[in-house]
């Protein structure tokens, strides 16, 4: 089942503060059905936005988050194009618990300073960003009358009758969250990551679940951060790859060169690196042999 986010907003990883170089943008609506939790929702995508027209529910967006916290946005810089980090303190948690202080997410131009939200949150570890990312899926902001209005990251969120009543302010809003987390039956908040916390290369051969050598060829998205590559694989070490694959490498990365990389897989089809140290030049011609010998090895 596709993420909700790859519909409701753009997926930092891949596309949502990158740029790229196509062009072809096509710019007609179409309308979908997509899965959100147990319901079906109908959504109508634009090249501007992705809006919800009928059938579904405010659990759904309970259920698929990882973490529900009260903040107050103390800050933010620019990370990329219409991409912010913001900084916020952390009023109450409602659901999970931030493992990263202070606490920051990712988001666009939405927030405003000293302003108090609910954030509807989802994460993913990344050895790439070095910490937690977190970003929106909803969030929730009060009017003067301390009524409650949800928004994804385009468009107001229309709730049923039933949901208006429960969650009109923050006191049954925490009642209604505490009520549907009781009854699921995973907490996201806890997933296992599959970053792996060493400097030691033998640790790092061990518990990776693919290693081998590559040569960048086309980039097709960045961002401060990340490259977006389709890699060549020139040679497998550990666990075998189709000769062509995706994979998110560090900014520095350049077509053309080769490099050692220990991988995960981070969706269907597309690879990330798994550590700090997973990625090595062959440029770095001492580590690289030292690491190569390891492998040879095995």
């Known amino acids: ?13 891949i596309l949502t503060a990158c740029s790229t170089n196509s062009e072809d943008i096509n710019t007609s609506n179409e309308t979908y059905e997509t899965k959100v939790g147990d319901s079906t929702a109908v959504v109508e995508q634009s090249k501007d936005s992705a809006t919800f027209e009928s059938e579904y529910s405010l659990d759904d967006f309970v259920n698929l988050s990882s973490n529900i916290v009260k903040c107050r946005i103390e800050g933010f810089s620019e990370f990329d194009k219409n991409i912010f980090i913001y900084e916020a303190t952390i009023i109450e948690e409602l659901k999970g618990e931030i493992i990263d202080l202070p ?6 131009n939405n927030y405003d300073l000293n302003k108090e939200y609910v954030l509807f949150l ?13 970003k929106p899926i909803i969030f929730a ?7 409650f209005s949800y928004y994804t990251i385009d468009d107001k969120v229309q709730l049923s009758y ?18 549907v987390d009781n009854g699921l039956k995973t907490n996201k908040s806890t997933v296992e990551s599959n970053i792996i ?5 033998d640790v790092l051969i061990e518990n990776s679940d693919y290693i081998c050598q590559i040569v960048p060829v086309e980039l097709i ?9 389709k890699c060549k694989i020139t040679k497998n070490y550990k666990n075998k790859l189709k000769e062509d694959i995706l994979i998110f490498l560090p900014s520095d990365s350049k077509i053309g060169e080769e490099y050692l990389v220990f991988l995960f897989e981070s969706s269907e089809g597309v690879y990330e690196i798994n550590s700090l140290i997973s990625f090595i030049a062959k440029t770095e011609e001492k580590t690289f042999n030292k690491v190569l010998n390891k492998l040879v090895k095995q």
């Open 141 to 147: 902001s009060t009017d003067e009358e301390n009524i």
């Open 197 to 201: 916390y060493t400097d030691d290369f």
């Open 162 to 179: 039933d949901e208006e009543s429960a969650t009109a302010n923050y006191s049954s809003l925490k009642q209604f969250v505490k009520k």
């Open 221 to 229: 998205a960045s961002n401060p951060v990340l490259n977006y590559m």
């Open 103 to 108: 606490f920051t997410f990712y988001a666009d």
């Open 1 to 13: 089942m596709k993420r909700l986010l790859s519909i409701l907003l753009l997926t930092l990883l």
């Open 122 to 134: 989802e994460f993913f570890d990344s050895a790439l960003y070095g910490h937690r990312v977190y």
